[in-house]
């Protein structure tokens, strides 16, 4: 059996508990500190951690020379801030996503921790989750043929957030996805949204467009202000399509041989240098999904990285990438919806 490796959590908000849980029952990390402002939560959670101390600030965490790793599970807009200081204090680092606010602020986020021998790790869930990684083989595999359109939708009701609208709440989830699964940059973005609720002043739905090469498109839409909960992908393929429900527990991913087909058709003349489009029917597979946790597979990776070295997946330039397109759609929504090219990594 390894070490168990001494982490911190801080933030018990949210999102927090979920990782809390997971570094608990892992078995690769000993809990030895719990952090938040709020003194309720920290009385919440110590009785399953007795032997953790308990802090109301990131300094003392920072101070505490047992700790050898953190997870940062705090406001987005903190997250720069915080974690840079994590590092200089020569801990290992995980943090919820995005990873900064602006490109600039993660460039420096991963330089720093490269120059100090840290790992530095965002908390891009998704590209541990089995559906994932299995619609990328059957990209790879040519079996849908050239990818040629993805939909994305994002959407529940609320949980709405002060410290960041939807675009930075909700798409950091899908464009790693998109990244991942096309294994390319897009050349061009636009994305046009409104705040709804204008006291609040930040966005609750944002629709983005965004072009990669060769001729392939993604519709983005996510939103706080649907009554239902979506997690939907669909992949357009030039010979098979795809469907990723994550909301769909019994049948996440669905493969259907259908599509549009060009035949021959008349011309006045009699002539058949005309064609048209015809929609070509065909059956449906369920594809089978290995059942694990994601996030306990992103906590494991943390714990192999921390012992190992090495970077992370999606981090350093990945993690730049994933906040390029970010920052590009910000752009164009503040903008009013004009095509931003996202900055090279």
């Known amino acids: ?34 952090c938040d402002r709020d003194a ?18 990131l300094e003392e965490v920072a101070a505490d ?19 840079a200081t994590l590092l200089r204090a020569g801990k290992d680092v995980l943090v919820e996503k995005p990873l900064a606010m602006t490109l600039d602020g993660a460039r420096n986020l991963v330089l720093l ?25 059957i990209i790879d595999s040519g079996r849908l043929g050239r990818v040629q359109f993805i939909s994305a939708q994002r959407l529940s009701l609320g949980q709405v957030r002060q410290d960041c609208n939807a675009l930075w709440n909700l798409a950091p989830h899908d464009i790693s996805i998109l990244l991942h699964w ?45 009554p239902v909960k979506v997690r939907a992908m669909t992949v357009v393929g030039s010979e098979r399509m795809l469907v990723y429900d994550d909301v769909d527990q019994e049948k996440p991913l669905m493969l259907y041989d259908r599509g549009l087909s060009e035949v021959s058709a008349p011309t006045t003349d009699g002539s058949f240098e005309h064609f048209r489009l015809v929609v070509r029917p065909g059956p449906e597979e369920r594809i089978d999904v290995e059942k694990r946790e994601p996030l306990s597979l992103e906590v494991a990776h943390f714990a192999e990285c921390i ?7 999606g981090s350093g330039d990945a993690a730049l990438r994933i906040i390029s397109v970010l920052e590009a759609c910000q752009r164009s929504l503040r903008g009013g919806g004009v095509p931003v090219v996202p900055e090279p990594v």
């Open 307 to 313: 012992r190992t070295r090495t970077e992370p997946t």
């Open 182 to 226: 096309l294994d390319a940059m897009p050349t061009s973005v636009v994305a046009r949204g409104l705040a709804f609720h204008e006291r609040h002043e930040q966005e609750d739905l944002v629709m983005a467009t965004l072009e990669f090469p060769d001729r392939r498109m993604v519709s983005l839409q996510v939103s706080w202000l649907n």
């Open 1 to 34: 059996m390894a070490e168990l490796i001494p982490v911190a959590m801080i933030g018990l908000g949210q999102w927090g508990p979920n990782l809390l849980r997971n570094l608990r029952e892992g078995g690769d990390f000993q809990v030895a500190a719990l």
């Open 65 to 83: 020379p047992v700790i050898r790793a953190v997870v940062l599970a705090t406001p987005a807009g903190l997250h720069e801030e915080q974690a």
């Open 40 to 57: 309720g939560r920290l009385e919440r959670f110590a009785p399953l951690h007795p032997g953790a101390r308990l802090y109301s600030t």
């Open 113 to 137: 921790a490269r120059a100090l021998g840290r790992v530095l790790m965002t908390g891009h869930t998704f590209l541990f989750n089995p559906a994932v990684q299995r619609v990328r083989s």
